[in-house]
């Protein structure tokens, strides 16, 4: 399974389960959407699911939501729910059949309707408004 892309230099599993992994850098790989990878991922590994996860985010049109956890309920089902805290996102396993190359990620300055997509701490949306550029007073 490619649930991680290239370029991890290093990771560790415990006996309980819980896991960390380090990539070469921050990067922002492509399945049906784009998912966006800090340089430390860590979570917590069980039957069918990671959970507790950090260092992990998928894009849903213009807004990084945080992935909360990864499950499978059926693996004969062939789905894959990345749980992204208000619901939760389906994907096919086939997309994750080969890991994915990363590509490093770079802040976008320039992103539509003034929404500035920034690196952020993981766990927390990741927008911020562009009062300077919108055209708009915010009271």
Request: with cysteine; charged share 20%.
């Amino acid at each position: 399974m490619g649930l991680f892309p290239k370029g991890i230099t290093q990771f560790n599993v415990t006996d309980d389960g819980k896991f960390w992994v380090h990539l070469d850098q921050a990067c922002n790989a492509k399945f049906e959407s784009e998912l966006h990878y800090d340089r430390n991922v860590s979570g917590s590994l069980s039957y069918g699911k990671i959970d507790a996860l950090t260092g992990l985010e998928a894009q849903d049109l213009f807004l990084w939501f945080p992935v909360m956890s990864i499950r499978v309920d059926v693996p004969s089902s062939g789905l894959i729910y990345f749980d992204v805290g208000a619901a939760y996102k389906q994907f096919s396993s086939s997309l994750f059949e080969t890991p994915p190359d990363c590509v490093a990620a770079i802040p976008d300055n320039d992103a539509a309707d003034s929404v500035n997509v920034y690196q952020g701490q993981a766990g927390k949306l990741r927008y911020q408004f562009d009062q300077e550029n919108s055209g708009r007073d915010v009271l």
